[in-house]
């Protein structure tokens, strides 16, 4: 299921980022946000479990999620940010790595490296700030797949029709919530209206 969590918040977030103006640092704060906005609603069902906490009126139990039984697995460069944001608010959650680079005259996405944690029996978050052609995030669910996760959410801030189809049609398993779905992809495989690179705009190198 694709879930698309347009809030008014979220839609304000949104059209920072896509606004030329907005520097780095606002831009990977504005990502940050909306991915815990995002975490929190694909999370919402969890079951909790329950811990002892010492509190100003003593020992009590109180409910926590168990953030060792997920993995956290970001797409380099853009989806570092939400890495970071996910691990701010789940600290003991384990990070992932899988670094990948679309090819702009294939359109198609190549792995370069990757450091994945454990995922056997996890449920495994990941993130990664465009859904173009969705050509990266299935190359990222297929790699996941090999470690035997228990499950695999999808987070992601901006999307096109045509790359949601894509994993809509090859993972009936995976879920996904996403902030923006825009119109559609354009002859160059970007999304319109989009953001620009969000991985350039992240990192201050030149589109
Ligand atoms: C962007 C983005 C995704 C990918 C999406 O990465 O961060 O990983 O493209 O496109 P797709 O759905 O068509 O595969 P990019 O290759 O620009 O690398 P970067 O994050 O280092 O900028």
Redesign the pocket.
Known sequence: MTYELSTPIIKTLISSLRDSNTDALRFRHNVKEITKLLLNEALKEESLSTKTVETWNGSEQHEVIDDESFVVVT?????MPMLEAVMETLPNIMGGFLA???DETT?K?KLYYDRLPDCSGKKVILV??????????SDGIDIIKTKNPLDIVCLNIIGSPE?IDVIKNRYSDVNIYISQIDQKLNEN?FIIPGLG????REYNTPE
């Open positions: 797409v380099l460069r853009a989806g990948m680079k679309r359109h996405s990664d700030v465009m859904l173009a052609t969705g050509g990266s995030l790359g495989k690179d969000a991985g350039d």
